[in-house]
């Protein structure tokens, strides 16, 4: 069994920053795309940044400048910098990862239960 659990959200002013953590714990053979998905409220779930695991990364246009996304393999662990943060950065943060258990599983695609990012004056 596979766990993702997020950390780091928090209340923010504008122009402020803050580091999510998420770590993925359980049965892991491998860890191949990891990353953080948003969802403000009203609006559907979107992509912020996702990280392979030989380090290509995706991000959405408004990540640009301003958030970073980083992995540790060795812990397992995939860390998401916001700076510059703004009011429509507002949403619950979910970690994602997609997991293989064994050598001769698939991998399975696991989501946190998020954590709340709210950027207010």
């Known amino acids: 069994q596979v766990h993702v659990v997020e950390s780091g959200g928090g209340l923010k002013q504008p122009g402020g920053s803050l580091t999510l953590s998420c770590v993925v714990s359980?049965?892991?053979?491998?860890?191949?795309?990891m990353g953080w998905y948003r969802q403000a409220p009203g609006k559907e779930r979107e992509l912020v940044a996702v990280?392979?695991?030989?380090?290509?990364?995706n991000s959405e246009d408004f990540v640009k400048g301003r958030f970073s996304i980083t992995r540790d393999d060795a812990k397992s662990t995939v860390t998401l910098q916001l700076n510059d943060l703004k009011p429509e950065d507002t949403a619950v943060y979910y970690c994602?990862?997609?997991?293989?258990?064994?050598?001769?599983?698939?991998?399975?695609?696991?989501w946190g239960q998020g954590t709340q990012v709210t950027v207010s004056s």
């Open positions: 994602n990862a997609d997991v293989a258990e064994t050598p001769h599983s698939d991998a399975l695609n696991h």
């Open positions: 359980g049965t892991i053979y491998k860890i191949y795309t």
């Open positions: 990280i392979t695991s030989i380090g290509t990364i």
